[in-house]
C-alpha cells in the first residue's frame, strides 16, 4: 500500500469509499460493512438530515432482512437460533417500551457507533 495521510488528503472522498468498499470485498470484510451500516444513521444526523437518519435504518435493517430471508438452508437457519434468542432475551421487554423514549419511539441518545 504505502499510502500516507498526505495520499489521502488529495483523494475524493468517492474514490476513498470506492476503494474502501472494493478492498473490503476482496477481503471478505463483514466488519468493515457492518460498521458502516452503524455509522451511516449517525452521519446522516450530523450532515444535519435527521429524515434520512431514520430512513437509513429502515433501509439497513430491510437489507439485513433480505439477506437473512433470502438464505434458504435451515442449517444457517439452526445456527443463527441462539443469535435471536439472546437479543429477544436482552431486548425483548423493550418492544412495549419504544413510545417511552421520546414519544415516537425513536432512541433519544446517539447512536452505538462501537464495532460489536
Not at 468517492?14 to 463483514?30: G, N, S
Amino acid at each position: 500500500m504505502g499510502e500516507n495521510s498526505t495520499d489521502f488528503d488529495q483523494t475524493s472522498t468517492e474514490d476513498l469509499r470506492e476503494r474502501a468498499a472494493e478492498l473490503a470485498r476482496k477481503r471478505w470484510d463483514v466488519r468493515f460493512f457492518w460498521r458502516l451500516l452503524r455509522m451511516i444513521p449517525a452521519a446522516e444526523a450530523a450532515a444535519g438530515n435527521e429524515e434520512g437518519s431514520r430512513a437509513s435504518i429502515a433501509q439497513a435493517s430491510g437489507f439485513l432482512y433480505e439477506a437473512l430471508s433470502a438464505e434458504s438452508d435451515p442449517k444457517v437457519h439452526e445456527a443463527l437460533r441462539p443469535v435471536y434468542i439472546d437479543y429477544l432475551r436482552e431486548h425483548g421487554g423493550e418492544e412495549d417500551a419504544g413510545d417511552e423514549r421520546n414519544g415516537d419511539g425513536d432512541a433519544s441518545e446517539a447512536p452505538d457507533r462501537s464495532e460489536g
